[in-house]
């Protein structure tokens, strides 16, 4: 845990209508990330590992309870500047990697800059860079059906981090990737935690979280259950 | 986002799927087609009408008549429409040209055809006027008193001629039949060898002072036989005037609606041999003499003389209702194109929109399509809006990007459609000009596509899609991007 909480999620509920239940996803989740920090957040399927990533990404919102970057509360923000958050201080990977079909990878990576102010021919020099930097720029002109599933998710990663954004948020990256691509993956991000950027990893994988991560929040039914040091001579905290 | 953004993103997506945009667009093209030659044709005749308006310089000229209508008696203290009513209206301000309008019945002979026909006689001045200014062929007459005639194209087909270049400088015999009141009174006086005075020796005295049934009887019998007597010799005692013209001109039309022009125009003075020779012979100018007062009046004496309608030619810097009121005070009815026009610029704005409305209910209907295609993309897009979304697009840009789309499928189908509109009043135009050249009519252009309407047509063919594109758009834009990248 670093000194200073910079991403504070509390007391985090988030109830989803169905039919007549109530699902309770997070029920009161209380969580804070440091700046550089790689937090592991990890538990079963329907544990709501997903949920609050999405609620720290801002691209949903708490039935209650708040989320809070720096002195800011996401609650109080305007739908524009939400936008505006998810544009320029978050970086986002899935499982499924959600790509663009139709487009190239070159194109995946360009669309991150699209909403982000960045002018036409900026956005194409920092992609070809990023794309070169990730090993993928004979991939450029590929498209997702093209690539392996390791060349996806990097690419996916490439349009993450193309707008140099404050806090990555993977979810499950390497829950589609073979032993090998996700252990290419995981370190990938480790990187990049390395160079200073805050990582916040869902997994199911114990194993892959502890040995990447800072620290791990254990989730259980929508609970945090545990927050345990991971290991931290795998990386630099800030 | 950048507008080029704007512009690529839609581009990409329609261009991705062709056959579904291109049917999309083939509906706006045909509609906006429909609309463009419809409204082009409503544009096209107005256009036409106001051509002819200032052609013929119908918007600078009014008629005047007198007070009764046409088949009505003239009332009593009604104000004449002669010479001295020319001259006042001449002192109007405003006022070019007066000239009256006094036709007679003539028969007419060109080359070995002989024709009956009415004539007109008409000042230089009056022939240098718009209206006159339709020549198929040859020129108008040099002065008043040249020994020259125009005649009508519509005389000329009578005659069984086709080219009217063939019949300049060739003769043209005009005659009339006269009755003078001179004849009707001489017979008055001595009918069948019988003089009044004859007639009045047989008449007993005595019986007419003490009986009153001979009185009567005798003052019928005598007053009959008197109009007899004066109506014989008006229609019986009649004589030929002839003069022999060059035909200097053949003019286009005859009749404009009210603007009356005569099958044969001869110039003033030269006409004049007809118009102070006495009556026609038409016992309907003798009702109009006796009518007007005008009856027993020398024939030569036109100061007496009242016509039956007069043209007036005013400034057209001059507002036509300012000399209308003036005329209309002085007791006369005036009729004057300007007052109608703005009736029928009305009449054609309603006929336009009538058209338009036809097309853009075709347009509606296309509309739905690009609801559909947009429902369509929706659907198959929600994880591309998810993606969009966690980039950071706002609902906002999701909004405009959809709406970017339908308006692009809008604005191409707006621009074909007009170019498929402009390619089919083309061919309508090129079919119809067969077939008026075929049946003699005079060629004229049906359709007009004015820049305005492209415009418009733009407009209205990209708005409607923008506007059928809003539902959809809307629906993109309230994407919940967590459940658009959900996995499956």
Known sequence: MTSEPWLRAVDLCRFYKRGPQTVHALAGVTLDVGRGEFLGIVGASGSGKSTLLNLLAGLDTPTSGFVQIGDRRLSVMSRKELSRYRACQVGMIFQSFNLIAHYTALQNVETALVFNDVPQKERRTAALAILGQLGLADRVSHRPADLSGGEQQRVAVARAIVK????????????NLDYENSMQIAELLRQLNHSGLTVVMVTHNLEMANAYSHRIARMQYGKMTGDDEG??????RT | MTVRDFISIPAGNLWRMKLRTILTVAGIVIAIAAFVSMVSFGTGTQENVDKQFNELGLLTTMQVFPQHRPNEPQSFGEPKLDLTALSRFERIPGVLLVYPYDPFVVHVRIGDTTLESRAQSLSHAAMQTKLFSQIRAGKIFEGDSSRSALISGELLKNAGIDNAESVIGKQLIVSMQVSTIDSALRHLLVDKGESIIDRVRRIQLDSLLNDDNYLRTTLRTEANEAVRRFVSGFLNARRTVSDTLTICGVVESERMGRMRMEPVIIPFKTGERFTTSGFSGNPADLFT?????????SADDRSGKSFSQVTINFDPHVFYATIKDSIE???FRTFSFAAEFDQIQKAFVYLDLALGAVGLLALLTASLGIVNTMAMSLLERKREIGIF???GADESEIRLLFLAESG??????????IISGWIITRIVTIIAHIYMRRQGIPEVELFSLPIW????????????AVLAGLYPASRAARVDPVEALRND
């Open chain 2, 329 to 331: 005070a002085q007791g």
């Open chain 2, 289 to 297: 003499a006796m009518s007007s007062g005008n009856l027993f009046q």
């Open chain 2, 408 to 417: 692009t499928i809008g604005l191409i189908g707006s621009s074909f459609g």
């Open chain 1, 231 to 236: 290991m931290p001579q795998k990386g630099p």
């Open chain 1, 164 to 175: 140099k954004p404050s806090i990555l948020f993977a979810d499950e990256p390497t829950g």
């Open chain 2, 389 to 391: 979304k966690s980039l």
């Open chain 2, 453 to 464: 309407l492209v415009l418009v047509a733009l407009a209205v063919g990209t708005g409607v």
